[in-house]
């Protein structure tokens, strides 16, 4: 993604937009350096050299993309992958639905072929397959992936693209739907991506994408869902002209709690005149063109939101420790990591975090090193504060550990602004 550019008297290297390959030169928000949030340390590595990478998000003055710079290759971060999605009950709830929702919608059956890229333990394709519509998934991950063969759904183990697509043609396979949860932002060749889409599609198939909306991150201000896995953040406005340029319609549009406020676009070819569009569309580019997602202003005043929202986070976690009280942290997901590291908070402020994954148990944080522990450890400890860092799941995390009432401990939820409940 980096193109050497003759400034003249220095040269420089500057990245390029991954979609239309336009110079990126506005930032969208600078975090620092930071390491991967998905690399926790065992306590003998804590006197290593931890790798960190910038974390810096541009935004494309010409096509508004949101991107971060591919400084990790998505080999190293995806093809042995930690997160296995039949763990959280709240999201297979919801793909049950999206399921059921599909089959009727689009009249889906035994004749149909559905696929599902970025598949992982097949979670979702489970649902289709027992209703008995034929299933294909595409996963590079080979530890999810084996789980999902052996629960008797057909995976791939690959990274999807149009070279992968363009095989599967020729085998004589084709999709009637093809869905892509989480993945969009995961792709750094992103119109390679979409390219196989266009290839992989029946002349009347549908495409279903969900991924985060831009709108609610910058609304909310979600900065710690920013991490070097995702390299795009995107609009409506941005994600419609990048399956336009691929000859793909967006021609309906849902909006979901998950997340913290995501989107799901469905698509279909250009031509296909057998679905027309529906009113979520036009209100939805509506109302991002109100937020002003097509003026770079937009963009570029979200710096000094993120700035403001880290000093009132420190502010108070500051007030609490003058005042001689202990807080602990709840989870340790993707985005605690980002907004750990950006803000500074080690374990000068949070004595440990617990988390449920028996994975992390043992370990430490990726560079703010503090140490992870089972959730019992908050009933030994008592702390005052217990700080939600996956605060899309506040009520079901403040629901499991409610107990913390009993000694008058109190939540904190840092995001969108530091709010506590007693
Ligand atoms: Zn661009």
């Not at 050497?4 to 040269?11: E, K, M, S």
């Not at 997340?259 to 799901?264: E, L, Q, T």
């Not at 500051?318 to 980002?338: C, F, L, M, R, S």
């Given at each position: 993604m980096t193109d050497t550019v003759l400034d003249t008297n220095t040269i420089i290297a500057s990245p390029v937009c991954r979609f239309c390959g336009t110079l990126l030169q506005r930032t969208f928000v600078d975090l620092g350096m930071s390491p991967l949030c998905e690399s926790f340390l065992n306590a003998d590595q804590l006197n290593g050299m931890e790798p960190f990478y910038p974390l810096h998000t541009y935004v494309c003055e010409k096509c508004f993309l949101v991107q971060l710079e591919e400084y990790v290759s998505p080999e190293e971060i995806f093809t042995e992958y930690a997160y296995f999605s039949s763990y959280a009950d709240s999201?297979?709830?919801?793909?049950r639905n999206y399921t059921d929702l599909m089959i009727d919608r689009f009249?889906?059956?035994?004749?149909?072929?559905?696929?599902?890229?970025?598949?992982n333990?097949?979670?979702?394709l489970q649902y289709f397959v027992k209703k008995g519509i034929p299933v294909l998934g595409v996963e590079p991950a080979a530890n999810v992936a084996k789980v999902a063969v052996e629960r008797g759904i057909p995976t791939l183990v690959e990274f999807f693209g149009s070279q992968c697509a363009r095989r599967l043609v020729e085998e004589g396979a084709g999709a009637d739907l093809i869905i892509g949860n989480n993945v969009l932002a995961q792709v750094p060749d992103l119109n390679d991506f979409v390219e196989g889409i266009k290839i992989f599609l029946k002349p009347t198939g549908t495409v279903?994408?969900?991924?985060?909306?831009?709108?609610?991150?910058?609304e909310q201000n979600q900065f710690d869902t920013i991490y070097h896995e995702h390299f795009s953040y995107f609009s409506f406005f941005s994600a419609e002209k990048i399956f336009a340029s691929h000859g793909l319609r967006l021609f309906d549009v849902d909006?979901?709690?998950t997340h913290g406020g995501s989107i799901r676009?469905?698509?279909c070819h250009q031509d296909d005149d057998t679905k027309s569009e529906g009113g979520n569309v036009k209100r939805l580019k509506e109302f991002e063109k109100e937020e002003g997602v097509t003026s770079l202003a937009y963009y570029e005043s979200f710096g000094s939101q993120v700035k403001e929202t880290k000093r009132k986070i420190l502010s108070f976690l500051i007030d609490v420790k003058q005042k001689g009280q202990t807080i602990a942290g709840?989870?340790?997901?993707?985005k605690g990591n980002t907004l750990l590291n950006y803000?500074?908070?080690?374990?000068?402020?949070l004595d440990y975090v617990v988390d449920r994954n028996p994975y992390k148990h043992g370990k430490y944080t990726p560079g703010t090193h503090i140490p992870i522990y089972h959730p019992d450890k908050m009933r030994e400890t008592r702390p005052d504060y217990v700080m939600i860092l996956p605060w899309n799941l506040k009520n079901e995390v403040m629901g499991q550990l409610s107990y913390i009432r009993s000694w008058g401990g109190k939540f904190i939820v840092p995001i969108p602004e530091v709010t506590i409940y007693s």
């Amino acid at each position: 993604m980096t193109d050497t550019v003759l400034d003249t008297n220095t040269i420089i290297a500057s990245p390029v937009c991954r979609f239309c390959g336009t110079l990126l030169q506005r930032t969208f928000v600078d975090l620092g350096m930071s390491p991967l949030c998905e690399s926790f340390l065992n306590a003998d590595q804590l006197n290593g050299m931890e790798p960190f990478y910038p974390l810096h998000t541009y935004v494309c003055e010409k096509c508004f993309l949101v991107q971060l710079e591919e400084y990790v290759s998505p080999e190293e971060i995806f093809t042995e992958y930690a997160y296995f999605s039949s763990y959280a009950d709240s999201w297979l709830e919801h793909v049950r639905n999206y399921t059921d929702l599909m089959i009727d919608r689009f009249g889906l059956g035994g004749h149909s072929s559905v696929v599902e890229l970025a598949s992982n333990d097949g979670y979702l394709l489970q649902y289709f397959v027992k209703k008995g519509i034929p299933v294909l998934g595409v996963e590079p991950a080979a530890n999810v992936a084996k789980v999902a063969v052996e629960r008797g759904i057909p995976t791939l183990v690959e990274f999807f693209g149009s070279q992968c697509a363009r095989r599967l043609v020729e085998e004589g396979a084709g999709a009637d739907l093809i869905i892509g949860n989480n993945v969009l932002a995961q792709v750094p060749d992103l119109n390679d991506f979409v390219e196989g889409i266009k290839i992989f599609l029946k002349p009347t198939g549908t495409v279903t994408i969900e991924f985060p909306h831009l709108s609610r991150l910058v609304e909310q201000n979600q900065f710690d869902t920013i991490y070097h896995e995702h390299f795009s953040y995107f609009s409506f406005f941005s994600a419609e002209k990048i399956f336009a340029s691929h000859g793909l319609r967006l021609f309906d549009v849902d909006e979901l709690p998950t997340h913290g406020g995501s989107i799901r676009i469905y698509a279909c070819h250009q031509d296909d005149d057998t679905k027309s569009e529906g009113g979520n569309v036009k209100r939805l580019k509506e109302f991002e063109k109100e937020e002003g997602v097509t003026s770079l202003a937009y963009y570029e005043s979200f710096g000094s939101q993120v700035k403001e929202t880290k000093r009132k986070i420190l502010s108070f976690l500051i007030d609490v420790k003058q005042k001689g009280q202990t807080i602990a942290g709840y989870g340790a997901p993707g985005k605690g990591n980002t907004l750990l590291n950006y803000c500074g908070i080690r374990t000068d402020f949070l004595d440990y975090v617990v988390d449920r994954n028996p994975y992390k148990h043992g370990k430490y944080t990726p560079g703010t090193h503090i140490p992870i522990y089972h959730p019992d450890k908050m009933r030994e400890t008592r702390p005052d504060y217990v700080m939600i860092l996956p605060w899309n799941l506040k009520n079901e995390v403040m629901g499991q550990l409610s107990y913390i009432r009993s000694w008058g401990g109190k939540f904190i939820v840092p995001i969108p602004e530091v709010t506590i409940y007693s």
